[in-house]
């Protein structure tokens, strides 16, 4: 049996910065996360493109993040990250960053209790920050 000191929840959350080339809109970002129009899931990529666009505007979970600068991103993504955040918004590129839970509707549910990255040419998503 194991047995857990401190802080336990049932509920999951994750961080998520992303690079765009282009400025995140529900349409691009629904596009860029894999769905199409003709998709079956379609309002499921719908409802998780809402819910990444509306996490940009309730901040992270667990850290105060004041601004976004290449410190901060190093602080919560690694350095990996931190070096592309420096080099594509030299490049003009747009960085949002924000948190989904898991109550926020299915794909979001799953999307948050799993780690995940996209690295696309003009488009990066980075989620490793998952807090269960």
Known sequence: MKIRNGF??????????IISKKELTHDYLYKKLGFNQSSRIMAFGSDLSDNIINGTY???????VDK???????????EKTAKK?????????????????????CLTSFMTTDYFEIDDKDFYMNGLNCVW
């Open 8 to 17: 336990v929840t049932n509920s999951s959350s994750t961080n998520y910065i």
């Open 58 to 64: 309730n901040g992270m979970s667990w850290y105060d």
């Open 68 to 78: 976004i600068d290449y410190n901060t991103v190093l602080k919560i993504f690694g």
């Open 85 to 105: 955040y420096e080099e594509l918004t030299q490049k003009g590129y747009y960085t949002y960053m924000g948190h989904t839970q898991n109550d926020s509707g």
